[in-house]
């Protein structure tokens, strides 16, 4: 059986996520027809590089990514750093040919983006960008439906994703609210609400954007009696227009107090409707608009439809009807992933679709620093 080596670049709430993946892989796919070993890991400093090969059982921690990215005998490269750490180590990692499976987003800005786009033309190894939520099962439903036709024309649409981790004032100033680090909730949460959009309904082609600070310093991490400015945004509001011509609005916040990690979309088309929701992750909603009505009511209504953990074959452990939770979506994610590997065939969502979404995130940020429309 073949087993891949893989190899970590940072190993802090995302790198223990994709850790726990690979180590559960075979319990969720079976036959599962190969095997993955994480034998190398790096973090930022020399203690916690130590602490993560030991928790893994790795044979190396290192503070020096090109020693995975450049490792002959690595054969899958996850980037797990920080935004602004992606770059260099995908660079290294492209021009070593390995198999990357990088965490949202691609870099952290459009020009870095650029650098990215033109390194593809020579790259030939397998890659998948992790936007996991459009893997739960209800997503991917979802997806079949609105791409089928059976909705009709698309007219309208809306996504939400829901956090309240900003709520607070004294929430600290951590990595992903600093715009250096490539932060802010339209790079960690508008990422994965405009791609599962734009995997249920299409692309984009125009937006306007709003974006806020709801305060202007914040705690220092560890240090709760120095505060520092806030450069990045804890509110985005989208109002989008799809190439398909469908209008709708894409939100993004960690200001939401009450919600916990809720993600939610509706499509409305002329002959039926969609909703989904992470917080009920079970169900997908689906309305036919051409169900025959009467009087009485008829058969039009809403369906809920079980969708759970029914993923195909080979998806065996933990049966269909049991529920659902966020970090299945990130096994499968993963395994789509891995098929690809080790079938030589593309995955997607790659990373040109990753550096497509960039590019409309930068579109959100001109767009909220103009007030106008912008193409995208």
Partial sequence: ???????????????????????????????????????????????????????????????????????????????????????????????????????????????????????????????????????????????????????????????????????????????????????????????????????MLGDYSQLQAATSIAYADRPVPGDPGKRLPVDAEDLMLVTARLANGALGTVEATKLAMGAEDELRIEIHGSQGALRFNTMEPHWLDYYDGTAADAASGGTRGWTRIDCGMRYPTPAAMLPGRTTVGWIRAHVHSLYNFMDAVHNGRPAQPDLAHGLRIQAIMDAVYRSAKSGNWVDC
């Fill in 1 to 199: 059986m073949k087993t891949y080596n893989v190899g970590i670049l940072g190993f802090g709430f995302i790198g223990k996520v994709h850790a726990f993946c690979h180590h559960n892989l075979a319990y969720f796919y079976d036959p599962l027809p190969y095997r993955t070993r994480i034998t190398h890991v790096c973090t930022g400093r020399p203690e916690t590089a130590e602490k993560a090969r030991q928790f893994l059982g790795a044979e190396v921690g290192t503070t020096d990514y090109r020693l995975i990215t450049e490792n002959p005998d690595i054969d899958i490269v996850h980037i797990c750093s920080p935004n602004h750490e992606h770059k260099a180590a995908l660079l290294s990692a492209m021009a070593a040919g390995k198999a990357i499976y990088c965490d949202k987003p691609v870099v952290a800005n459009l020009g870095e983006a650029a650098e990215i786009e033109a390194a593809l033309k020579d790259y030939q190894g397998i890659n998948q960008v992790t936007f996991h939520l459009r893997f739960f099962a209800a997503a991917l439903r979802g997806a079949e439906i609105a791409r089928s036709g059976r909705l009709g024309r698309i007219l309208q649409f809306r996504a939400a994703f829901l956090h309240a981790g900003s709520a607070s004032p004294e929430a600290p100033l951590k990595w992903k609210l600093t715009a250096a680090a490539g932060g802010g909730v339209v790079a960690d949460l508008g990422s994965h609400a405009l791609d599962l959009v734009h995997a």
